[in-house]
């Protein structure tokens, strides 16, 4: 199935909340005829374009080539939360793979979150920045579990900025009877993720890429100069940088065999008065809760519950989105039963077995940074500037990311639709236990 059109219109920003508070720079022209470049970069997601940022700032000749509209994917679509840390706990890295490197991949991700609002800062432009990730507890089973992560964080990486939030805490912060405890950690916060993407874009742009939209990708030969073709041109690069993600398709098969794109779903209330807003998220910050199946929200600077859930079994938008999304938003919120949606909208991710993003050398012009298994708007901003550094010569952070095993998913391309299927109904299933 073609990810790029299954669910959208060639050209077209969903109808989200995010399209309809955002100035896009564009619109970019298609690319035409034959180009050369020092590097090309495939996708105009996070990854895409902090890569091109970050090589133009080198004083390289850049061509970012998007099949959509910049940021037309997941970097436009999802719940805009800048996490601390990896997709995965440090206690299961330092597990699998020993302390140190758990402590190498801590300290990448409290820099992912630095650069974002770094990045921020420097674009001048109002990305819509608020303080404050919870983890919220959904079985009291799981609050233990959530104090001694808080404490480890504490004392074995000395990260004060997270503590344990008890259950009456929890009430206070959410107003839901959902959940048990968790965790609140200020180091992270949630975004405008359409804003920040176009403001990347624009930052981009100033400083000298060539930023190509409606071009897809059809085929690329690394070679001694690689060839990148679309269907209208041919762009000829020393190096290529694919930051596709879940919209990667069949380009790159090695990769496609690790990264599997996901879809999943987010509804914007309408606007609601102070107090209703206070009463659900009492300090604005956003929410994740424990369910593998994950349902995660936050508010809006107008007020809208941004709701994010809902289960996909395969690569198909529902016909009715904010049916799908209200569901599990009334069983957090049954408050907002007789609450508008006003926009509801759907998006692809792209998720690995390891939960760790997979970078990737595909040759030694080639590289592919992507499953960031939901954990993006940080990491892919980050994986955009090593992917940078590694074209530049750097390549000592972008190996220790290369040399983190990512399996293939069982059966391959053609089987994964299926097996996702039975995994997803699986977990929904353990999720109710």
Same mark, same amino acid.
């Given at each position: 199935?073609?990810?790029?059109?299954?669910?959208?219109?060639?050209?077209?920003?969903?109808?989200?909340?995010?399209?309809?508070?955002?100035?896009?720079?564009?619109?970019?022209?298609?690319?035409?005829?034959?180009?050369?470049?020092?590097?090309?970069?495939?996708?105009?997601?996070?990854?895409?374009?902090? *890569?091109?940022?970050?090589?133009?700032?080198?004083?390289?000749?850049?061509?970012?080539?998007? *099949?959509?509209?910049?940021?037309?994917?997941?970097?436009?679509?999802?719940?805009?939360?800048?996490?601390?840390?990896?997709?995965?706990?440090?206690?299961?890295?330092?597990?699998?793979?020993?302390?140190?490197?758990?402590?190498?991949?801590?300290?990448?991700?409290?820099?992912?979150?630095?650069?974002?609002?770094?990045?921020?800062?420097?674009?001048?432009?109002?990305?819509?920045?608020?303080?404050?990730?919870?983890?919220?507890?959904?079985?009291?089973?799981?609050?233990?579990?959530?104090?001694?992560?808080?404490?480890?964080?504490?004392?074995?990486?000395?990260?004060?900025?997270?503590?344990?939030?008890?259950?009456?805490?929890?009430?206070?912060?959410?107003?839901?009877?959902?959940?048990?405890?968790?965790?609140?950690?200020?180091?992270?916060?949630?975004?405008?993720?359409?804003?920040?993407?176009?403001?990347?874009?624009?930052?981009?742009?100033?400083?000298?890429?060539?930023?190509?939209?409606?071009?897809?990708?059809?085929?690329?030969?690394?070679?001694?100069? *690689?060839?990148?073709?679309?269907?209208?041109?041919?762009?000829?690069?020393?190096?290529?940088?694919?930051?596709?993600?879940?919209?990667?398709?069949?380009?790159?098969? +090695?990769?496609?065999?690790?990264?599997?794109?996901?879809?999943?779903?987010?509804?914007?209330?309408?606007?609601?008065?102070?107090?209703?807003?206070?009463?659900?998220?009492?300090?604005?910050?956003?929410?994740?809760?424990?369910?593998?199946?994950?349902?995660?929200?936050?508010?809006?600077?107008?007020?809208?519950?941004?709701?994010?859930?809902?289960?996909?079994?395969?690569? +198909?938008?529902?016909?009715?989105?904010?049916?799908?999304?209200? +569901?599990?938003?009334?069983?957090?919120?049954?408050?907002?039963?007789?609450?508008?949606?006003?926009?509801?909208?759907?998006?692809?991710?792209?998720?690995?077995?390891?939960?760790?993003?997979?970078?990737?050398?595909?040759?030694?012009?080639?590289?592919?940074?992507?499953?960031?298994?939901?954990?993006?708007?940080?990491?892919?901003?980050?994986?955009? +500037?090593?992917?940078?550094?590694?074209?530049?010569?750097?390549?000592?952070?972008?190996?220790?990311?290369?040399?983190?095993?990512?399996?293939?998913?069982?059966?391959?391309?053609?089987?994964?639709?299926?097996?996702?299927?039975?995994?997803?109904?699986?977990?929904?299933?353990?999720?109710?236990?």
């Amino acid at each position: 199935m073609d990810v790029l059109t299954a669910n959208d219109r060639q050209g077209e920003y969903p109808p989200s909340w995010y399209a309809a508070t955002a100035t896009p720079p564009g619109s970019y022209p298609t690319a035409k005829g034959e180009l050369t470049c020092d590097v090309c970069v495939v996708g105009g997601g996070f990854t895409g374009l902090s *890569a091109a940022l970050h090589l133009a700032q080198r004083g390289l000749d850049v061509v970012l080539l998007e *099949a959509q509209r910049l940021a037309f994917g997941a970097s436009g679509r999802n719940g805009g939360q800048v996490g601390t840390g990896q997709r995965v706990d440090q206690t299961e890295l330092e597990r699998r793979l020993g302390k140190d490197a758990a402590h190498h991949l801590w300290d990448l991700g409290l820099e992912s979150v630095a650069l974002v609002r770094d990045l921020i800062d420097a674009s001048g432009e109002d990305c819509q920045w608020a303080d404050g990730i919870i983890h919220a507890d959904h079985r009291e089973r799981f609050v233990p579990e959530s104090r001694e992560y808080a404490d480890h964080l504490q004392t074995a990486y000395g990260y004060d900025k997270i503590r344990f939030v008890d259950r009456a805490e929890m009430r206070s912060l959410v107003g839901s009877s959902a959940y048990h405890g968790g965790t609140l950690d200020m180091g992270g916060g949630h975004i405008h993720p359409l804003r920040y993407a176009f403001a990347l874009a624009r930052m981009a742009e100033t400083s000298g890429v060539r930023l190509y939209e409606n071009t897809r990708v059809t085929s690329l030969d690394p070679g001694i100069t *690689a060839t990148v073709s679309t269907d209208n041109s041919i762009v000829r690069a020393k190096h290529v940088v694919l930051g596709c993600n879940g919209y990667l398709g069949q380009l790159e098969p +090695k990769v496609a065999q690790r990264v599997m794109p996901i879809n999943n779903f987010i509804a914007a209330t309408e606007p609601l008065d102070d107090a209703t807003a206070r009463s659900l998220l009492r300090d604005n910050h956003a929410v994740g809760d424990s369910k593998f199946v994950i349902n995660y929200f936050r508010l809006s600077p107008d007020n809208r519950m941004l709701f994010g859930g809902g289960e996909s079994y395969g690569y +198909k938008f529902p016909s009715d989105i904010a049916a799908k999304v209200r +569901k599990p938003m009334l069983e957090i919120f049954p408050q907002l039963k007789d609450t508008r949606i006003d926009y509801a909208w759907g998006g692809t991710l792209g998720i690995t077995m390891s939960r760790m993003p997979h970078f990737a050398r595909l040759a030694e012009n080639v590289v592919s940074t992507s499953g960031y298994s939901g954990h993006g708007v940080a990491m892919a901003s980050l994986a955009g +500037k090593i992917a940078a550094e590694y074209v530049a010569g750097q390549a000592q952070r972008f190996n220790l990311m290369a040399d983190i095993p990512t399996p293939c998913f069982p059966g391959g391309p053609a089987l994964r639709t299926p097996l996702l299927a039975l995994a997803m109904i699986w977990y929904s299933l353990r999720d109710r236990l």
